[in-house]
């Protein structure tokens, strides 16, 4: 998967790589103007913000998972239409911070929102609207220049009448706090509900101009990153309650093992998965190496077919004690 160089902002805009296939702006056979921009995704952790990510790009750029604050870091996908290039920038989970990480996270998510050029707000069909919906649509709507769509993830969790109830109670939040939502749109990224016409929705409300990325690029996170991503995510599955939080992962390199014929390429991936206690690395571990090995498999399986090449996957685990609450740490850890 091609690769640019990270924007030092959430969404600092990247020259086009490439020349557009004709003369002028790009756009459809009627003379449409091409639209191209930043949409962000906020909302409570585990709202769906990812997965809709992944549903909206075609393919898995941000990883996902049942458990809540599973983002930690913004994750741009690519949209590519004849009228337009959407960039998504999922953040984390807006939430209340007990750590010096969750106020990191925070404050990623406040930069990022201030500076897209449309904003969608994600509450699951399936939640009533609590405090931390109400907190994330207050400060929203100070935002007053950008365009705000209010997003109904997982519907296919609920009735139409419960789905109704849902959308009238958004609504009503808006008027509440003195703004209109540019849109509301139900979606179930899953079903595959409706999620073209959020599409539709979303390009619409971008400005007018030509490619941000080259054709086919679908994210710009660095190879590295996703692997390491991938690595998070399958370690994920199935831990304890506390522990999601406390885990994180660095790649350390990622080298063509020498002397192997060009038919038969072999990458070595090495990794560190970070814990902040020990008994946390005894439950990553398992007994005799057994998750550790789970978690290998599954996490080399993603990773193949990500960079289209066998891979040796060597995972360590280590404690950094409260990582999540040590700035040095947090800085070693790309936070």
Not at 83 to 99: E, F, I, M, S, Y
Not at 238 to 253: C, F, N, T
Request: with cysteine.
């Amino acid at each position: 998967m091609a690769g640019m160089s990270v924007p030092s902002s959430p969404t600092k805009r990247p020259r086009p790589s490439v020349a557009p296939a004709t003369t002028g702006t790009p756009g459809d056979a009627a003379g449409t103007p091409h639209r191209a921009g930043f949409a962000c995704f906020v909302g409570r952790p585990n709202a769906g913000k990812s997965t809709l990510t992944n549903a909206l790009v075609g393919t898995k750029v941000a990883i996902t998972s049942g458990r809540p604050q599973t983002t930690r870091h913004t994750v741009r996908g690519i949209v590519h239409r004849p009228d337009a290039q959407l960039v998504l920038v999922d953040t984390p989970g807006l939430h209340k911070p007990r750590t010096l990480l969750g106020e990191r996270l925070n404050d990623l998510v406040r930069s990022t929102w201030a500076e897209v050029d449309v904003i969608g707000f994600c509450l699951p069909a399936d939640q009533k609207l609590g405090p931390g919906d109400r907190f994330i649509v207050k400060e929203l709507a100070e935002a007053r220049r950008t365009p705000k769509v209010a997003i109904i993830t997982k519907t296919d969790l609920v009735t139409r009448e419960q789905l109704a109830e849902q959308l009238l109670a958004v609504h009503r939040l808006a008027g509440e706090l003195g703004f209109e939502w540019a849109e509301i749109v139900p979606v179930s990224a899953v079903g595959d509900d409706q999620v073209g016409l959020l599409a539709d929705l979303l390009t619409g409300l971008l400005p007018e101009g030509p490619p941000l990325y080259p054709d086919g690029e679908l994210t710009d996170e660095p190879e590295q990153t996703m692997v390491a991503e991938l690595i998070r995510e399958a370690a994920l599955e199935g831990v304890r309650d506390e522990l999601p939080h406390s885990l994180a992962v660095v790649v350390e390199e990622m080298l063509p093992r020498p002397d192997r014929p060009a038919d038969r390429p072999l990458l070595d991936v090495h990794a560190n998965v970070y814990v902040e206690r020990p008994s946390q690395k005894a439950i990553v571990i398992g007994h005799r190496g057994s998750r550790l090995r789970e978690v290998g498999t599954t996490a080399r399986k993603q990773i193949e077919a990500l960079l289209g090449t066998p891979i040796f996957l060597d995972l360590h685990v280590r404690v950094a004690k409260d990582w999540q609450r040590d700035p040095k740490q947090l800085r070693k850890l790309g936070f």
